[in-house]
């Protein structure tokens, strides 16, 4: 079946698949459009599409046969505090309408990151501003007193941040 071209495998895979109702659902072949079809992903709300050249055969691992496009949201989250490893970015614990919303890298330019930096340290807490789960309560985390606000760029489709990056950030007057 993996030598077979996408088109011939997909009409084999009919049968098994288009009568289920579980997890994995068939997806009919849409050619042409990609442009058009995207805008519609977009406006579906999901977290995007995978275009696979209808000959290529399957392979494992990352090959030119298919390409993910992504679909991004950018929104605001307040800043919880911030986790330091070495030889890792910085993550950014964030929450959304006071809840635990997930960790996004930091990804500041030098000087904006730098201001970050020294507003932790000036509004350093001992505890967690909002509940967060337990294995992130028990990180060794920086938090900070609410006030910092940090504009996220993050994947859609989920309720937690996903290959999210902090972009930038304000501060709450």
């Not at 000036?122 to 606000?149: F, L």
Request: charged share 30%; aromatic share 8%; proline share 6%.
């Amino acid at each position: 079946m993996r030598t077979l071209p996408l088109i011939e495998r997909k009409a084999k895979l009919w049968n098994l698949i288009k009568p289920a109702k579980g997890i994995i659902q068939y997806s009919d072949h849409v050619e042409g459009g990609g442009t058009a079809f995207f805008q519609a992903v977009e406006k579906m709300g999901i977290e995007g599409m995978v275009s696979k050249r209808k000959g290529s055969p399957y392979r494992s691992g990352k090959l030119d046969f298919w390409v993910k496009t992504k679909c991004w949201e950018v929104g605001d989250f307040e800043l919880l505090g911030i986790m330091r490893e070495p030889g890792k970015p910085a993550a950014a614990i964030m929450a959304r309408d006071g809840r635990y919303a997930g960790t996004a890298v930091v990804t500041l330019p030098g000087g904006l990151r730098e201001r970050l930096w020294q507003r932790v340290q000036q509004g350093k807490a001992t505890r967690p501003p909002r509940p967060v789960p337990t294995a992130v309560a028990g990180a060794d985390v920086e938090w900070v007193k609410p006030g910092i606000t940090g504009k996220v760029k993050y994947l859609r489709g989920e309720h937690k941040l996903r290959h999210a990056t902090m972009q930038h950030f304000r501060e709450e007057s």
